[in-house]
């Protein structure tokens, strides 16, 4: 999702969401959904470690013959996160990896979570960070990545990204990040999404219970 954006739950303001698309952060405390190149996990954010670029290594690099390195990326995070639920024995904390972004800002905010995680198995990369919401006693996940966003991930983790409605829709603001020109049509490949009297609502999420219907290996 994008910087800025805003929920709103029954009118009130609530704090920015942050639905990371493609934003990477390795090893043992999570909770896992899934056997193949990626893992969805539900984890609660313990620490984080953010690592500046470093141009001036770049830079002899190059100089002694090595690779051009053409990038806006500010450097790199490592994150650990506690195991809350799994449908596989895991770690009691996994540690992943990510590139931050040219405005150097952390993957994540520090004090938010649980979170639902999508991971590359083998690096243990973020692919994709959900935002968990809690309504009417049950736990849904904000997964709010378009059609094509959603065609990218593995085939085990596609039917698990089975969306439906949610008890309370939300009012999303993305006034700062889409123009209404092109509104209708942004809100239109997000399948959580709807435009309703020119407002965009999460009317959709991905239950928790659906993902990990069963108590987590020890």
Same mark, same amino acid.
């Given at each position: 999702?994008?910087?800025?954006?805003?929920?709103?739950?029954?009118?009130?303001?609530?704090?920015?969401?942050?639905?990371?698309?493609?934003?990477?952060?390795?090893?043992?405390?999570?909770?896992?959904?899934?056997?193949?190149?990626?893992?969805?996990?539900?984890?609660?954010?313990?620490?984080?470690?953010?690592?500046?670029?470093?141009?001036?290594?770049?830079?002899?690099?190059?100089?002694?013959?090595?690779?051009?390195?053409?990038?806006?990326?500010?450097?790199?995070?490592?994150?650990?996160?506690?195991?809350?639920?799994?449908?596989?024995?895991?770690?009691?904390?996994?540690?992943?990896?990510?590139?931050?972004?040219?405005?150097?800002?952390?993957?994540?905010?520090?004090?938010?979570?649980?979170?639902?995680?999508?991971? &590359?198995?083998?690096?243990?990369?973020?692919?994709?960070?959900?935002?968990?919401?809690?309504?009417?006693?049950?736990?849904?996940?904000?997964?709010?990545?378009?059609?094509? &966003?959603?065609?990218?991930?593995?085939?085990?983790?596609?039917?698990?990204?089975?969306?439906?409605?949610?008890?309370?829709?939300?009012?999303?603001?993305?006034?700062?990040?889409?123009?209404?020109?092109?509104?209708?049509?942004?809100?239109?490949?997000?399948?959580?999404?709807?435009?309703?009297?020119?407002?965009?609502?999460?009317?959709?999420?991905?239950?928790?219970?659906?993902?990990?219907?069963?108590?987590?290996?020890?």
């Amino acid at each position: 999702m994008l910087r800025g954006d805003v929920l709103r739950l029954g009118g009130s303001r609530m704090k920015p969401l942050y639905v990371a698309l493609l934003i990477a952060l390795s090893t043992p405390s999570l909770a896992f959904a899934q056997t193949g190149s990626e893992t969805v996990f539900v984890g609660q954010l313990r620490s984080m470690t953010l690592t500046p670029r470093d141009r001036e290594a770049e830079r002899r690099a190059r100089e002694a013959g090595g690779d051009l390195i053409i990038s806006n990326s500010c450097g790199t995070a490592s994150a650990t996160f506690r195991v809350i639920r799994s449908t596989r024995r895991l770690p009691r904390e996994v540690r992943t990896h990510d590139t931050v972004g040219e405005w150097c800002d952390p993957p994540l905010p520090l004090n938010q979570g649980p979170w639902l995680i999508v991971m &590359e198995s083998r690096t243990r990369e973020l692919q994709a960070v959900y935002e968990i919401v809690e309504q009417q006693g049950a736990s849904y996940a904000l997964v709010l990545d378009s059609q094509e &966003e959603l065609s990218t991930r593995s085939p085990e983790i596609r039917p698990l990204l089975d969306l439906q409605p949610l008890p309370e829709p939300l009012e999303y603001d993305v006034s700062n990040s889409v123009s209404s020109d092109g509104l209708a049509e942004w809100v239109s490949r997000r399948p959580a999404l709807e435009l309703r009297d020119g407002a965009v609502w999460i009317a959709r999420g991905l239950p928790l219970a659906n993902l990990f219907p069963g108590p987590t290996p020890n």
